[in-house]
Nanobody, 124 residues
Framework: VQLQASGGGLVQAGGSLRLSCAAS????????MGWYRQPPGKQRELVAV?????????DYADSVKGRFTLSKDNAKNMVSLQMSSLKPEDTAVYYC?????????????????WGQGTLVTVSS
């Protein structure tokens, strides 16, 4: 599984940005997909993740609830993160993440995959 992220960049506080991530490969099933971030000098943290089944739910970090929206396209194995009302503390490298397993294994193991990271900088 390969994750290709796009979006990010520099924006002023109060502005908006959109991140997208697409998973490619064959013979796998993604059960969870979303975004994490790593602010400068801090540990990586969850931003938003979604269950990729038709009834899957979405969870958000408290710090982004009401400002960020994660949308998913199950058929295309894609997620997008719409970020609004951005704050300087949202500045971080954002990583796309997916949990996936092989569709052909009798006892499949879930493996975590990470994208290359994209920088979001929010200026005050």
């Amino acid at each position: 599984v390969q994750l290709q992220a796009s979006g990010g960049g520099l924006v002023q506080a109060g502005g908006s940005l959109r991140l997208s991530c697409a998973a490619s490969g064959s013979g796998f099933v993604i059960n969870v997909m979303g975004w994490y971030r790593q602010p400068p000098g801090k540990q990586r943290e969850l931003v938003a993740v979604a269950g990729m089944s038709s009834g899957g739910t979405t969870d958000y970090a408290d710090s982004v609830k009401g400002r960020f929206t994660l949308s998913k396209d199950n058929a295309k194995n894609m997620v997008s993160l719409q970020m609004s009302s951005l704050k300087p503390e949202d500045t971080a490298v954002y990583y796309c993440q997916a949990n996936a397993f092989s569709a052909s294994e009798k006892l499949p193991r879930v493996v975590a995959y990470w994208g290359q990271g994209t920088l979001v900088t929010v200026s005050s």
